[in-house]
């Protein structure tokens, strides 16, 4: 399996609830980050947290890191149509002269107005 | 702002053909990258770029080639393009150093026939 893994592969919910989105990944990393994909688009940097902070806000999106269990989520509030999108998350893994960044699989999240 | 600019947004070409994505980024950056997307897949890494002609091989660097002879202009080179190249491909660009985001362009979306 990949570096980084996305959970749940899809999530529908209704305008206004909350949504989480889970990432687990293997080895150790620097830094991880979450990005959004709009339908058949590119993808748009969120956050990036790095290995020595726990958590982080950005407007209505907070990322949580769990470095003991390898994990990462991001918790998008009060959700909005235009919050759909499929979102990743990358983790950087150090090589001897840079660093590479992987991609999970993604989760495609559907809000429902 | 900063901007990853794909020559195409769709591309059909024929099977045997000799296909050229190019990327261009205005933002100085050192690294240049380039994806494929495919569904369930995620982001899988084909080829990036520290430094003018300097490459590293991805995770699927098979029957492809790139070229970074200056430092804002990536290309990818599907040598002799094949059904299973029929992708979603995408170019993205960052600063050295591993703790910065990167901006990707629109993506361009190939159908090899």
């Known amino acids: 399996s990949q570096q980084g893994e996305e959970d749940p592969q899809a999530l529908s919910i209704q305008e206004g609830e909350n949504a989480t989105m889970n990432c687990s990944y293997k080895?150790?990393?620097?830094?991880l980050q979450w990005y959004r994909q709009n339908s058949g688009r590119g993808l748009v940097h969120l956050i990036l947290?790095?290995?020595?902070?726990r958590e982080k806000h950005s407007g209505r999106l907070r990322v949580t890191l769990d470095t003991s269990k390898k994990s990462s989520s991001l918790l998008i509030t009060a959700s909005r149509a235009a919050d759909t999108a499929s979102y990743f998350c990358?983790?950087?893994?150090?090589?001897?002269?840079?660093?590479?960044?992987?991609f999970g699989p993604g989760t495609s999240l559907s809000v429902i107005p | 702002d900063v901007k990853v600019t794909q020559s195409s947004r769709y591309l059909v070409k024929r099977t045997g053909e000799k296909v050229f994505l190019e990327c261009v980024q205005d933002?100085?950056?050192?690294?240049m990258f380039w994806y494929r997307q495919d569904p369930g897949l995620g982001l899988r890494l084909i080829y990036f770029?520290?430094?003018?002609?300097?490459?590293e091989k991805g995770d699927i660097p098979e029957g492809y080639s790139v070229s970074r002879e200056k430092k804002e202009r990536f290309s990818l080179i599907l040598e002799s393009a094949s059904t299973n190249q029929t992708s979603m491909y995408l170019c993205?660009?960052?600063?050295?150093?591993?703790?910065?985001?990167?901006?990707f362009g629109q993506g361009t979306r190939l159908t090899v026939v």
């Open positions: 080895t150790s990393i620097n830094n």
């Open positions: 770029s520290y430094d003018v002609k300097m490459k």
């Open positions: 933002m100085d950056h050192e690294n």
């Open positions: 947290i790095r290995s020595n902070e």
């Open positions: 993205a660009s960052s600063f050295m150093g591993g703790y910065t985001e990167a901006f």
């Open positions: 990358a983790t950087d893994v150090k090589k001897t002269s840079y660093d590479k960044v992987i």
